[in-house]
């Protein structure tokens, strides 16, 4: 059996270069972490974007009676405000929806709801991260789901009396 002298085993020279290399792998990784939260995010926001857009063209359909009627439908209870027509602004809101879409990926109406003269709508789509990981690919299958929920207040009112 061959003895290594004690100073040769004592001699940490090299051991630099895998912990560097160590350190720089998981540098890496975390760095390519936050590029996809980030494009997530801003996935998020683009989504919010098209849902701001769509809750407006909801809350511009307005209650045509209470608009160009007497003025006097429901709209007295919300303070000289016109009512939106619900089943008009949901329908516009779903075409809206059909025709829009989020990096080529097809968007949602999770939730809408409508009551006076506020829009409520819910989005909801997926996108795909710029890195993909394996372990991230087997567990959700490569897609990173996005939502999105604003209002919208309908701004236009009855000018009676003025």
């Not at 003895?3 to 290399?21: F, K």
């Not at 409520?120 to 929920?149: C, K, M, Q, T």
């Not at 701004?155 to 009396?161: A, D, I, P, S």
Request: glycine share 10%; charged share 15%; aromatic share 6%.
């Amino acid at each position: 059996m061959m003895r290594y002298p004690r100073h040769a085993i004592d001699d940490e020279s090299g051991s630099l270069v895998p912990l560097t290399s160590g350190l720089f792998l998981v540098l890496l990784i975390l760095s390519l972490g936050i590029v996809n939260l980030g494009d997530s995010y801003l996935g998020k926001r683009e989504l919010i974007q098209v849902a701001e857009a769509a809750a407006q063209v909801g809350a511009h359909q307005l209650e045509l009676q209470s608009y160009y009627g007497d003025g006097l439908s429901d709209s007295s209870q919300l303070g000289d405000r016109i009512p939106i027509d619900c089943p008009t602004a949901e329908s516009a809101v779903a075409a809206y929806i059909r025709a829009a879409n989020l990096r080529g990926e097809s968007i949602a109406l999770a939730t809408f709801g409508c009551h006076d003269n506020q829009v409520d709508v819910g989005l909801s789509s997926s996108i795909a991260p710029v890195v993909s990981f394996p372990i991230f690919v087997d567990i959700s299958g490569g897609r990173v789901s996005v939502r999105a929920d604003v209002s919208a207040v309908s701004v236009f009112g009855n000018q009676r009396g003025q």
